[in-house]
């Protein structure tokens, strides 16, 4: 078992940005398959990057490529997604989720644990 546990979220204006936290409590990231996800208001989750602890292999969704990254820092047993230039369309709710296996993985459904969520909110 993991507990996942996210923050940084926030409002934020349209062309800012805003750094999440992901922290594992119980158990190291190793091995695992993190990624992040969101769910804007009135949608389903929708995916947004992951990658493997080895950092090998990473995926992004095409609506936040060049703009987003997302990162780790073993020490700490936290992952980052960095969000840059952030858009109306970015607001949600931002979950952290791992999995044991390989990538790729961007279905909700490919996920075993999930953080609470950090509402992330891109106004003017």
């Known amino acids: 078992q993991v507990e996942l546990v996210e923050s940084g979220g926030g409002v934020v204006q349209p062309g800012g940005f805003l750094r999440l936290s992901c922290a594992a409590v119980g158990r190291t990231f190793g091995y695992l398959v993190v990624g992040w996800f969101r769910q804007p208001p009135g949608k389903e989750h929708e995916f947004v990057a992951t990658f493997s602890w080895t950092g090998r292999s990473t995926y992004y969704a095409d609506y936040v490529k060049g703009r987003f990254t997302i990162s780790r820092d073993t020490a700490k047993n936290t992952v980052y997604l960095q969000m840059t230039s952030l858009k109306p369309e970015d607001t949600g709710v931002y979950f952290c989720?791992?999995?044991?296996?390989?990538?790729?993985?961007?279905?909700?459904?490919?996920?075993?644990?999930w953080g609470q969520g950090t509402q992330v909110t891109v106004s003017s």
């Open positions: 989720a791992a999995r044991s296996g390989s990538l790729p993985a961007t279905h909700r459904s490919d996920y075993d644990y």
